[in-house]
């Protein structure tokens, strides 16, 4: 696809639930990255991938939440009993992995609403 | 947790005026990158500055660095209604993963 493609655009959960969010890359973008996002914050950082290796996961932010790339392209973020502190827009971004610059593209986002 | 702030966080201006935002962080890092956000989507890279650079200019954007002081500023000149968005500032300090921190942003009103 031209850009990177997130879904569901929303998702509204109950407190406990289980919820999988997918993201689909730039075709042939080697480093994937998911991101949350607080209303009124910046993004914040939670894991990274490159191909179909997690080689950081420094940012999730519990062991509720689990990340794959099993092939190396479409990425899946899972959050296991999901908590109201869950409720953000979940990001994911893909480059190219390659030279300095790494500029990142981003999707649209998840939504996610936990009650 | 954010690797700095910017400021200022909300900033509203007349079409035609120009828009500064600073922004700063807290460790070395390899460049530095700004995104806009327009409301409910996701981020697009606006310019990157590597840490070697002071200046950089693409279209009506120039970005200023200052290492020292661990600090950038964003000018957007002869602004448009368009313009209207958040704009972030993001360190990379990963080495070669990409890794970025964002600041914790600045929203961006344009009046027509």
């Known amino acids: 696809g031209a850009g990177v493609s997130q879904s569901p655009r929303y998702k509204v959960a109950k407190r406990g639930q289980d919820v999988a969010l997918r993201c689909d890359p730039i075709?042939?973008?080697?480093?994937l990255f998911w991101y949350q996002q607080a209303l009124g914050q910046g993004p914040e950082f939670l894991t990274y991938?490159?191909?179909?290796?997690?080689?950081?996961k420094s940012g999730l932010p519990s062991d509720r939440f689990f990340a794959e790339r099993p092939e190396g392209s479409v990425s899946t973020l899972k959050i296991q009993r999901t908590q109201q502190e869950d409720s953000a827009v979940y990001l994911c971004a893909s480059s190219t992995g390659q030279d300095y610059k790494n500029i990142q593209y981003f999707g649209a986002g998840t939504r996610l609403s936990v009650l | 947790s954010q690797q700095g702030e910017e400021d200022p966080q909300a900033l509203s201006i007349q079409e035609g005026e120009n828009a500064t935002m600073n922004c700063s962080y807290k460790t070395s890092i390899n460049n530095l990158q700004w995104y806009r956000q327009n409301s409910g989507r996701g981020l697009v890279h606006l310019i990157l500055i590597r840490s070697n650079e002071r200046e950089k200019h693409s279209g009506r954007l120039r970005v200023t660095l200052d290492t020292s002081k661990k600090s950038s500023s964003l000018l957007i000149t002869a602004s448009r209604a368009a313009d209207t968005a958040s704009y972030f500032c993001?360190?990379?300090?990963?080495?070669?993963?990409?890794?970025?921190?964002f600041g914790q942003g600045t929203t961006l009103q344009v009046k027509p």
């Open positions: 991938f490159q191909n179909e290796a997690q080689l950081d």
């Open positions: 075709s042939g973008h080697v480093s």
């Open positions: 993001a360190t990379d300090s990963s080495g070669n993963t990409g890794k970025l921190i």
